[in-house]
């Protein structure tokens, strides 16, 4: 009879899972193309006319988007990226599954009615973390506001942590919904809820997102793949003046490429949102429907260019695509993320 021992060993990654390939042979988590490890913000209900300041004689932004200009004039700017081939019903949930899984038919049922119900089943459909953990690679989603300190739980909370759940994708899959380990890696982003006011949004106390922030100190502590949803307030959903979501961003991002984590490590940042127009359609009215989107990195370390602009066309779909290329994951939807181009040329 054949014995075969199997020595796991300390690694430098978040992940560490083992994988075996057809050679039988045993690896660690795979190296990835361009980031070992990466944070997706989702930011809400603005196009990109809203949130970022070309120049003067053009759209000054919806309220102050200081921060918003400076970090896509510093980073990779995507400026004709859409929710093309998404049913723009489905969303907000529909995008954010779309980002998650390359599917793009999630009913408009689905933000109103919590995933599990009759009006919204859950999807049995393949997502992101089954590759993600596939290839021996770690995740973590972070809710901000999420009533519970970790679990799959598919409902709002109290009013005052401005969670909702049509912001949260993972809930929506059947195979991390009916998985205890999976469900404990849907956490809340902050450990305490501070009071926030929807009047006029800004100014308004802001979460420290402690959570989320702590796991960026270590690459034992933070996961390869990484989805944040900020509250509604912070997200700016419940507020069509960017001020707020621009103040969030100012507190968080300087925090998170300046951690440990993406100081000594190959760490990709990308913030996007989920789809256009304003929730309370306040804001100017304009024919476009882009969404600001950037890729950005540790300036003294950086993995992404550098005052970049992009006119390529891309969409959920293409960011789902650079994460899947990125650790050679087969695409969920070939028709979807599957055909869609990914965002290498942001990549230094």
Known sequence: ???????????VFASTSLRISNSGVVSGPLTGKWFDYVVVIMMENHNINNTYYKGVGTNPCFG??????????SGGLAEEYTIDGINAAGCSIGCYIAITS????TTSTCNSTPPGSSGCPYLQIPNVVDRIESAGLSWKAYMEGYP?????????GSGTSYYHFDHNPFIYYADI????????RIVSANSQTVSQSTNGCWPSSLPTDDVFLNDLTSSSTASNYMFVSPNTIDDNHDCDDVSIGNAWLNQVIPQVLGSPLFENQRAALLVTFDEP?????????SPHGELYTVWT??????ITKVGFKS???YTHYSALRTVEDNWKLSPLISTTDGSAQNMTEFFG
């Not at 390359?102 to 038919?105: K, Q």
């Not at 519970?148 to 709002?156: A, E, G, Y």
């Not at 127009?277 to 009215?285: K, N």
């Not at 990195?297 to 950086?302: I, L």
């Open 177 to 184: 919904h009916n998985s205890l380990a999976r469900c404990a």
């Open 64 to 73: 102050d988007c200081t921060y918003y200009t400076s970090l896509a004039n």
């Open 311 to 313: 006119v390529n066309a």
């Open 102 to 105: 390359g599917y793009g038919a």
């Open 297 to 302: 990195s540790n300036a003294a370390h950086p």
């Open 277 to 285: 127009g304003c929730t309370f359609s306040t804001c100017p009215s």
């Open 1 to 11: 009879m054949l014995f075969v021992t199997v020595i796991l060993v300390s690694s």
């Open 148 to 156: 519970k300190p970790s679990t799959c739980f598919n409902d709002d």
